[in-house]
């Protein structure tokens, strides 16, 4: 289990240098729209285009984050871990990353702030989570069962029971 936490720390840490480097990156262009502050209204002029750039747009919103639906409970290494718990934790530490993500692009010349791509990273951190993580988890813990059920009773209780 060390290894998987360590592996999924440091791919969480690649991954976010990634997704900075690529959010955080400058965009000059002629001109910017004002940031958008009310949620569905970008993901409505989304769908107002044609069905397949508005499956792109959307699909790059929810596909932005969702690793870290994956990475996030890997790099918190619990197998035996509540479900609900985790899963509120991830999607939680999800919204934070893409809200700092959000407010930091403010600072970077022609990127805005909108809401819709914070909703839309969020959700899609939390299908990430739902499709694979419950799956994954009860495979690993049948394993574990399976390795602790096959290993002989430990000497010691044997040992004492003649005593």
Known sequence: MVRVRAAGLLLTAA?????GWLLLRPHYVAWVPAPNLRPLGTIRADLAMSPVQAARRIGAGLGLLAPLGVLLPMAGGQV??????????TVFAALMVSLL???????????LFDVDALLLNTLG?????????????????????????????PLVSSIAGRA
């Open 15 to 19: 991954y976010l240098a990634f997704v």
């Open 101 to 111: 993500l959000e407010f930091t692009q403010t600072l970077v010349p022609g990127q």
């Open 125 to 153: 951190v939390a299908l990430a989570y739902l499709l694979v993580v419950p799956a994954v988890r009860r495979r690993l813990r049948r394993r574990e069962d399976a390795a602790a059920a096959a290993q002989p009773p």
């Open 80 to 89: 035996r871990a509540s479900g609900f718990g985790s899963f509120v934790r």
